[in-house]
């Protein structure tokens, strides 16, 4: 077998690119020598994240679109197929989740999560469907979550991502024929590395939607099998196997826990 990723040049879509999980995406395939356009509605922390990969074999750009905007999506999409002649690759990052008992949950945020973590995902997988389907193939890789195989305080967001995980099946199904694979990665808990890791849209910024206390954070690790908390590296890791024709050609409609064996689904 040939050695290397065989990314080099590929033309990748990262959304929510430019924080925290999507920002190590997007700098592990510019690290690769791929084409990555970014696409975020903080074009200040995709600013950071482009001006990081200054000095990587790739390119990192950024388009602000708004994911929950299917126009926007469409749009983007054209303009990426038009800059790089198509998109090898498309990775379903951007998501949101804000832990709560189902009964406690208000209706707008149940409308929000089901927005941002299944509709972003079937209007941008539906926009490039096309383009990969007419070129002969195309990876499309999801970020869902554990929470899509239960976990406490995560309802809506568990079933919006659980809806993530089935939807990837059946456009896997639909589109094997055309040389399109999907497939999905689900992290466990995955904390930024740095403040700089982070924009103001993202989850993690100060006074955003998720707060864990250094107990709560041992009470994790402690039920983690392998001991330790998911990094972004982590989840780009997989991420890029699952990209990556040369190592994932045969791979298709899977999911992947990337979760220190929290999840085996
Ligand atoms: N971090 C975790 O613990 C964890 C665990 C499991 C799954 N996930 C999933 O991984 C993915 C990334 O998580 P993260 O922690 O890196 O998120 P994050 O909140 O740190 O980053 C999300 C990014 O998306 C952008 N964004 C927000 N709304 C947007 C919109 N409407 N359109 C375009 N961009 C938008 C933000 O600006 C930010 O750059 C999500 O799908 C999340 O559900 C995260």
């Not at 990837?168 to 040389?179: D, F």
């Not at 890791?197 to 910024?205: C, M, R």
């Not at 709560?216 to 890791?237: C, E, K, N, Q």
């Not at 890029?240 to 826990?257: F, K, N």
Request: aromatic content about 6%; charged content about 20%; some cysteine.
């Amino acid at each position: 077998m040939k050695s290397g990723l065989a990314l080099h040049a590929k033309s990748v879509v990262v959304t929510g690119g430019a924080s925290n999980i999507g920002r190590a995406i997007a700098l592990a395939f510019a690290a690769e020598g791929a084409w990555v356009t970014i696409f975020d509605i903080d074009e200040a922390q995709t600013a950071t994240t482009v001006f990081d990969a200054a000095n990587l074999p790739g390119t990192i750009v950024g388009h602000a679109c708004d994911m929950c905007d299917i126009e926007a999506v469409e749009r983007g999409v054209a303009n990426v197929v038009a800059a790089q002649s198509g998109i090898d690759v498309l990775v379903n990052n951007m998501g949101w989740s804000r832990p709560a008992w189902f009964a406690d949950i208000p209706i707008e945020d149940i409308r929000k999560a089901v927005d941002r973590n299944l509709y972003s995902v079937i209007y941008a997988t539906r926009a490039v469907l096309p383009t990969m389907a007419g070129a002969g193939g195309g990876s499309i890789v999801s970020v869902a979550s554990d929470a899509a195989f239960g976990e406490l305080r995560s309802a809506v967001y568990g079933a919006a991502k659980g809806g993530v995980v089935s939807f990837m099946k059946n456009i896997a199904l639909e589109y094997g024929r055309k040389g399109v694979r999907c497939n999905v990665v689900a992290p466990g808990l995955v904390l930024p590395p740095s403040a700089k890791d982070v924009g103001e849209n993202s989850l993690w910024a100060v006074g955003g939607d998720m707060v864990i206390d250094d107990k709560g954070r041992g009470d994790i690790v402690r039920s983690i099998p392998l001991r330790r908390l998911t990094t972004p590296a982590d989840v780009a890791g997989s991420v890029l196997y699952l990209a990556s024709d040369r190592l994932s050609a045969q791979v298709t409609g899977q999911v992947i826990s990337v979760s220190g064996g929290s999840q085996m689904p």
